[in-house]
């Protein structure tokens, strides 16, 4: 069974930045595509990137276009999220998010397994 877990989360500065990680254990992480995702207090669930199996395909929300960058390495199972310039706009509960859809969506519903997050706070 695909078991996913978050690291790389904490306490940042408006522009700096971070690298999150997500681990796979249980499956071969390539077999999937994968979903960044984020939820800030008293808000939704929303997408954040994705990445196809091979990286053939990348996909972001608009607001963090330029700034992040999604990236996997299957050999290690692992997915990365490249966090760069960050805002306090970004502060919320990181998720990582896999799927077995032959495409990239940045919709939460295609998504069967999650991790349990990882905190982000961009805060002078």
């Known amino acids: 069974q695909l078991q996913l877990v978050e690291s790389g989360g904490g306490l940042v500065q408006p522009g700096g930045s971070l690298r999150l990680s997500c681990a796979a254990s249980?499956?071969?992480?390539?077999?999937?595509?994968i979903g960044w995702f984020r939820q800030a207090p008293g808000k939704e669930r929303e997408a954040v990137s994705c990445?196809?199996?091979?990286?053939?395909?990348?996909k972001y929300a608009d607001s963090v276009k330029g700034r992040f960058t999604i990236s996997r390495n299957n050999a290690k199972n692992t997915a990365y999220l490249q966090m760069n310039d960050l805002k306090p706009e970004d502060t919320a509960v990181y998720y990582c998010?896999?799927?077995?859809?032959?495409?990239?969506?940045?919709?939460?519903?295609?998504?069967?397994?999650w991790g349990q997050g990882t905190q982000v706070t961009v805060s002078s």
């Open positions: 249980g499956v071969f992480l390539g077999e999937y595509v």
């Open positions: 998010a896999a799927t077995f859809e032959a495409d990239c969506y940045l919709r939460r519903y295609e998504y069967d397994d």
């Open positions: 990445i196809t199996h091979t990286s053939g395909t990348t």
